[in-house]
């Protein structure tokens, strides 16, 4: 496995520096620094001139990931003059690729190439200290896959003079986050399959239909809608990983509204029990008056408006903040784009 600095330029003139020094770029390779700063000047005047043309859009808008897609681009363009040797030389060679994740640099027929780990891929930061790889076939055509296996995610953690730092992520804390979640999903679980079957039990005699018993059977219902919909927000939630991360969001976000209001009306079920209660010792005579239809009204009802204001006040706070919506096309990290 070769970088580039292992061929060395053989001519007398090197005017970029390859016999030099040569910087790490994450996701691009290993450079001398002037071909690195060229590169980030050619990248900033394109995107100047082009976001200039968008309306609404700024460089602070872009990604670090939609940069370095940008950068890629131009890199493909021009990456014949920032390697005269390869040139000079008449070699084979496979040209810069935009795989998704990185642009692998331009490498020998023959060889693989070794670049430093993406900066960003699907909004996660990755360690600059390990090394992706990918082969450049002797036909002069890549292979399908870039190995990634070596790369490190880096986490955000607050120091002691509370200022956010990265460092690679504990393996063992997310075995841990694993392990209660294994626990999370057993006792959903478990009481899901008891709340249905009391459901079942009280369905199945006509006896049990009494206004009391419904009001138990409200709960019962609302139980088992939020397990329901924990479970299912807990699984939804490991798909954001995926290739198709946005739509999967749209959906996380949707089923964590659904899983506040069936949470919020557990509550509210648990009042209607007391109040039952109180009515019954209290003030007997009134629940003549009182419908099942009123108890409904205030355990499904009144959190559904609470949670109608809730959703207002949380989409008028967003409206107001500008957020980065510039997110990279999810595409596997071992494969083309």
């Given amino acids: 496995m070769k970088t580039m600095s292992d061929n060395m330029v053989k001519n007398d003139e090197d005017p970029w520096g390859w016999r030099g020094p040569l910087v790490a770029v994450q996701g691009f390779g290993f450079l001398p620094e002037k071909v690195n700063t060229e590169l980030d000047q050619m990248t900033q005047d394109v995107l100047e001139k082009d976001v200039a043309n968008v309306s609404g859009i700024t460089m602070s808008d872009l990604s670090v990931a939609t940069m370095d897609h940008f950068k890629c681009t131009i890199f493909n363009e021009t990456w014949q003059n ?101 626990v999370y999903f057993a006792g959903y679980t478990i009481s899901l399959v008891a709340l249905l079957t009391t459901l079942a039990i009280f369905l199945s005699f006509r006896e049990l239909r009494c206004l009391r018993h419904k009001i138990h059977m409200g709960l019962f219902l609302t139980l088992i809608l939020s397990d329901m919909s924990w479970i299912f927000t807990a699984l939804i939630q490991n798909f954001i990983k995926t290739d198709h991360y946005e739509s999967v969001i749209n959906i996380w976000c949707i089923s964590q509204v659904v899983l506040r209001y069936f949470h919020l009306t557990t509550f509210f ?34 959190p559904a408006v609470n949670m109608l204001v809730w959703g207002g006040i949380r989409l008028g706070e967003n409206g107001d903040t500008d957020t980065d919506d510039t997110t990279e096309d999810g595409v596997e990290m071992t494969k083309d784009d």
């Avoid at 200022?163 to 393996?171: A, K």
């Avoid at 009134?286 to 409904?296: D, G, M, N, P, W």
């Fill in 269 to 302: 079920w648990m009042f209607l029990e007391g109040l039952y209660l109180f009515l019954q010792v209290q003030l007997p005579l009134s629940l003549a008056t009182i419908r099942h239809l009123h108890f409904l009204i205030i355990g499904w009802g009144c």
């Fill in 82 to 182: 920032f390697y005269p040797h390869l040139i000079d030389e008449n070699y084979e060679v496979c040209h810069p690729l935009w795989d998704g994740a990185s642009c692998v640099p331009p490498t020998i027929a023959g060889e693989s190439t070794a670049f430093p780990c993406m900066t960003m891929y699907n909004n996660k930061l990755y360690s600059p200290k390990y090394n992706a790889t990918r082969e450049c076939l002797a036909d002069g055509f890549w292979n399908n896959l870039t190995d990634y296996t070596m790369c490190k995610e880096l986490c955000v953690e607050v120091d002691a003079m509370n200022q956010t730092v990265y460092s690679e992520c504990d393996v063992e804390k997310d075995m841990e986050l694993d392990i209660s979640l294994h």
